[in-house]
C-alpha cells in the first residue's frame, strides 16, 4: 500500500471538464491542475468534453480506467439534476469517488444594460400579463440556471420562455444585444461587462461588488438561492492511496495564492471539503432535486 502511495502519479494525469473552455469552471479545473502538479510533481492536464448538460464528460470518467490517471472536474448538476432530466443515463453517483470540493460560485440575475427591464419586478411584471414573452437564457435542460429561472418563475406564478445554449459566449452576447432578456450569470461576468445590469444577487449575505442591488430573497423569492459548487471526482474503485495523495494536494492547492486569484477573478468563492463532506454535499444536492425538478414540472428529455 504505501509503495503504490509513493509512486502515484508517474505518468499525466487528464482531468475530464465536462463543459467548454469558455465555462467558469473550466478555468478553476485549470487553476486546480496547475496547482496539484506542483504539489505530486507531474502534469494535470485538462480536457473539455462538453455537450448535454455535463454527462458527456461524466460518463467519460467513469468509464476511464479506475487507476488515478483519469479525473473530473465541475459542478454537481451533472450528478443531481441530468438524472432527473433524461430518459436514460448511463452513470449514477455511486460509479465515482468525490475526491474534494474546491468552491461555489455566487450568481446574479440579470438583464442587458440597454433592456427596458430596470427591475426583477418590472420583468415579473410583464411576465404576468404575457405569460412566456420573457426569455430567460441558461446552459440547457437541467443546468442550474435553469433550474433557478424555474423557480423563480414557479415562485412568482409566471410563465418564462426558456432559451438553451451551448455555448456561455453566446448567451452573453444574445443579453446584451436585446435578443435574450434575462438570465444567470457568475458576479465576476456581471461586474467586469458594463453592458449588463444586475437586479438580484442569488445569495445569502450581499457581496460587497453589488452593494445597490437586492437579494433574491430580500425581494421575497426565499427558493432562489440553488447552490452552484464544483469539485474533482474520479472513477469508483480508484485505489485508496492515489486518492489519499489527491485529497491532501486538493486541500494544498485550494488554499494557494494562485487558486486565490483566480477564484476573485472569476467570481468563486473557495469552498473546501474532502471526500466525506464533498459527498454528502453531492447526496444532498441529489436528494434536494429528487424533490424539486418534479415540483417546477420539467420533463425528462
Request: glycine content about 8%; aromatic content about 6%.
Amino acid at each position: 500500500m504505501a509503495g503504490a502511495q509513493d509512486t502515484y502519479p508517474n505518468k499525466v494525469v487528464n482531468i475530464i471538464v465536462p463543459q467548454s473552455a469558455s465555462a467558469p469552471a473550466d478555468a478553476l479545473g485549470r487553476a486546480l491542475a496547475e496547482q496539484l502538479g506542483k504539489q505530486l510533481g507531474q502534469s494535470f492536464v485538462i480536457t473539455n468534453r462538453d455537450g448535454a448538460g455535463g454527462t458527456i464528460g461524466v460518463e467519460v470518467v467513469k468509464h476511464a480506467k479506475a487507476d488515478g490517471y483519469t479525473l473530473g472536474y465541475g459542478t454537481q448538476s451533472a450528478f443531481s439534476m441530468q438524472p432527473h432530466l433524461r430518459k436514460t443515463m448511463r452513470y449514477q453517483a455511486d460509479d465515482f469517488e468525490f475526491v474534494c470540493q474546491t468552491s461555489s460560485f455566487v450568481t446574479v440575475l440579470a438583464v442587458g444594460a440597454k433592456s427596458r427591464y430596470r427591475s426583477l419586478q418590472d420583468i415579473i411584471e410583464v411576465a404576468r400579463k404575457a405569460p412566456g414573452t420573457i426569455t430567460f437564457g441558461s446552459m440547457g435542460l437541467g443546468s442550474t440556471p435553469h433550474i433557478i429561472g424555474e423557480v423563480l418563475a414557479k415562485d412568482a406564478r409566471v410563465k418564462f420562455n426558456h432559451i438553451p445554449y451551448r455555448n456561455p459566449g453566446d448567451l452573453v452576447t444574445q443579453l446584451i444585444v436585446g435578443d435574450l432578456d434575462l438570465t444567470v450569470l457568475s458576479s465576476v461576468t456581471v461586474a467586469n461587462n458594463k453592458d449588463i445590469r444586475p437586479v438580484a444577487v442569488l445569495a445569502s449575505n450581499k457581496p460587497a461588488v453589488f452593494p445597490e442591488v437586492p437579494l433574491l430573497k430580500d425581494l421575497g423569492y426565499e427558493r432562489g438561492d440553488v447552490p452552484i459548487f464544483v469539485g474533482l471526482y474520479a472513477p469508483k474503485a480508484t485505489p485508496a492511496p492515489a486518492l489519499a495523495r489527491l485529497r491532501q494536494a486538493c486541500a494544498i492547492a485550494v488554499e494557494s495564492d494562485a487558486f486565490k486569484r483566480t477564484s476573485d477573478t472569476l467570481g468563486a468563492e473557495r469552498r473546501y471539503a474532502d471526500m466525506p463532506a464533498y459527498t454528502e454535499n453531492i447526496r444532498q444536492d441529489i436528494r434536494l432535486m429528487k424533490e424539486l425538478i418534479p415540483e417546477l414540472g420539467i420533463k425528462p428529455d
